[in-house]
């Protein structure tokens, strides 16, 4: 079992920044997808930004975040982020950290959820 626990959400002004952290209760961002998805209020849950196995690998971002948003990895400190830059109100939702193994389906493990709320 893989226990992740965010951290770093908050409330920011329009223009503002904030970096969210997700530490795993073990040494697997080294190999395995992580990513940050969000979950605005009435909507479904969207992904932001998702990192491939390796670190220097591809990572796919949502348009909406695009040279605004970094995800990176601390395999020493178990650690994934997501530097958030330029926030806007639209940015605000619940994000959570993912990280699950790119062959075996089951192996999928969610935080519990970090509120980022960005005012106007």
């Known amino acids: 079992q893989v226990h992740l626990v965010e951290s770093g959400g908050g409330l920011v002004q329009t223009g503002g920044s904030l970096r969210l952290s997700c530490t795993a209760s073990?040494?697997?961002?080294?190999?395995?997808?992580t990513g940050w998805y969000r979950q605005a209020p009435g909507k479904q849950r969207e992904s932001v930004a998702v990192?491939?196995?390796?670190?220097?690998?591809?990572?796919n971002y949502a348009d909406s975040v695009k040279g605004r948003f970094t995800i990176s990895r601390d395999n020493g400190k178990n650690t994934v982020y997501l530097q958030m830059n330029s926030l806007r109100p639209e940015d605000t939702a619940v994000y959570y950290c993912?990280?699950?193994?790119?062959?075996?389906?089951?192996?999928?493990?969610w935080g519990q959820g970090t509120q980022v709320t960005v005012s106007s």
């Open positions: 073990d040494s697997i961002f080294s190999s395995r997808i």
């Open positions: 993912n990280v699950r193994h790119p062959l075996i389906t089951s192996w999928n493990y």
């Open positions: 990192a491939s196995i390796t670190t220097g690998g591809t990572t």
